[in-house]
């Protein structure tokens, strides 16, 4: 299981932008990330289509719209301190 886990859709200029923040950080940190489109999961996307991107740290809901990077390194950071 990724450490962080973008749930995005094609066409979607914010998931690009996400896809590169999260690339970049978890690249930095050193933790694994994963990416699934609500397209292709019918749950997925009645839970999450009017907020992707969509961003879970640890199977948990950490930001959605527009990701700093910044607050994605600091989450990373405080799960692999406890």
Not at 35 to 59: G, K, N, Q, T
């Amino acid at each position: 299981m990724p450490r962080v886990l973008l749930i995005g859709k094609s066409g979607c200029h914010l998931c690009d932008d996400a896809r590169a923040v999260v690339a970049s950080v978890c690249r930095e940190a050193g933790a694994d990330w994963a990416e699934v489109s609500i397209e292709d999961d019918p749950a997925l996307f009645d839970e999450h289509w009017e907020r992707i991107p969509v961003v879970l740290v640890d199977d948990r809901p950490h930001d959605f719209w527009l990701i700093d990077p910044d607050r994605l390194r600091m989450a990373l950071q405080r799960s692999t301190d406890r």
